[in-house]
């Protein structure tokens, strides 16, 4: 079994619990692609001392962005700012 995120215009809509060959098979009529996400990933360390996969866990409302191929976290406040190494917002002093 494994996590995956439904992405639609680069936010996440959904997350579920399924095995890989269920995604793949899937025929889902609405729009978005499902990627898939580790629930032991977090600022770019997995938990159990595993390669990372994406940055982080997604959550929905989060974004994805395509070309670095990570999630990260809607911005907590106006002047906060994303830091592009770890993928994790971080408050500007």
Wanted: proline share 5%; charged share 20%.
């Amino acid at each position: 079994m494994g996590h995956f995120a439904k992405v639609l215009n680069n936010k996440v809509t959904d997350v579920i619990v399924a095995e890989p060959e269920f995604i793949d098979n899937y025929v889902d009529n609405s729009p978005g692609q499902w990627i898939q996400t580790s629930y032991n990933t977090h600022n770019g360390v997995h938990d159990l001392g595993g390669i990372p996969l994406r940055q982080n866990f997604a959550g929905v409302g989060w974004n994805y962005n395509d070309s670095a191929d990570v999630f990260y976290a809607p911005k907590p406040d106006s002047d906060w700012t994303l830091n592009k190494t770890s993928w994790v917002w971080e408050a500007n002093d």
